[in-house]
């Protein structure tokens, strides 16, 4: 009984994760077509639009050659400084559709990302420049830890539909973080 149980949710699980690359495809082939079938004049929100659209792919925001410009000048923006690119999604547009650009920190991490520098390696620091969190009707869906662990690196959390990812609350990091290094001291205290 309990096997049937596991197989039943496996293939529910199973469905539902193809049922979302099934969509993800579609929109992808029609941000890919309306790219090649109408080169026209660009208008302000379409780079906005189309960063959206790359970060929210669970297989990383370059997974495919035509989120490469869009997400090499996004990445360019964000070490300039530059405020994250909006998008219109105009008239029904996409409600509960966004993206934010999160600067991380020890306070705002993963904890595998999490290190001891600065002076005297005493510091606790996050080895990325920040997190990009996608949500989809009012729903995380991906998070981009960007420039992890060296420029031009990211890490794909995605958290639709099918996906085994557990979710975690990256505010929480830096307290499970200590929490490991003070156990595995043997409960002496943590650092280095």
């Known amino acids: ?82 405020p994250f690119p909006t998008c219109d999604f105009g008239a029904g547009g996409s409600r509960g559709t966004s993206a934010v650009n999160v600067i ?30 996608v949500e989809i009707d009012g729903a995380l869906y991906t998070r981009v830890w960007w420039d992890a662990r060296g420029a031009d690196r990211t890490i794909t959390e995605f958290y639709g539909a099918g996906s085994t990812q557990l979710s975690y609350d990256p505010t929480q990091a830096a307290r499970r973080f200590l929490e490991r290094e003070y156990e595995s001291a043997g409960g002496q205290g943590g650092g280095e």
């Open 1 to 82: 009984m309990h096997d049937a149980a596991v197989g039943m949710d496996c293939a529910i699980a199973r469905r539902g994760l193809l049922r979302a690359l099934y969509r993800w495809s579609i929109v992808l082939t029609a941000f890919v077509n309306a790219s090649i079938l109408a080169p026209g004049p660009a208008r302000a929100d379409d780079w906005g639009c189309q960063v959206i659209l790359c970060l929210s792919n669970p297989g990383g925001p370059e997974q495919y050659g035509k989120c490469v410009p869009p997400i090499e000048r996004l990445w360019a923006a964000l070490r300039d400084g530059d």
């Open 104 to 133: 991380a920190s020890a306070g705002y991490c993963r904890e595998d990302l999490l290190y001891w520098g600065g002076p005297e390696q005493s510091e606790l620091l996050c080895n990325a420049r920040g997190a990009i969190n």
